[in-house]
């Protein structure tokens, strides 16, 4: 899955495949790649444009959708 380099707090890059609904998020503090399995691409969208990508995140995505780390990217 192709991520993008975002410039929200903590988080390096994102993703999102329409197809499998999954998100994919590479954190700054160390690398990780977490996925995220059945996430509604609506909230993908809102996650995208909201003020406060952090607060969204801990509200609408972490702890709603199963979740499994992939790995951390190399430097």
Known sequence: MERYKTIMTGIASAGYDAL???????????????????????????????????????TNILGHYTARQIGIEAE
Do not use: I, M, N
């Open 20 to 58: 499998r609904a999954v998100l994919e998020l590479e954190f700054l503090s160390d690398g990780q790649v977490w996925q995220f399995y059945d996430v509604p691409e609506c909230v993908w969208y809102e996650w995208r444009k909201t003020e406060s990508a952090v607060s969204f995140f801990h």
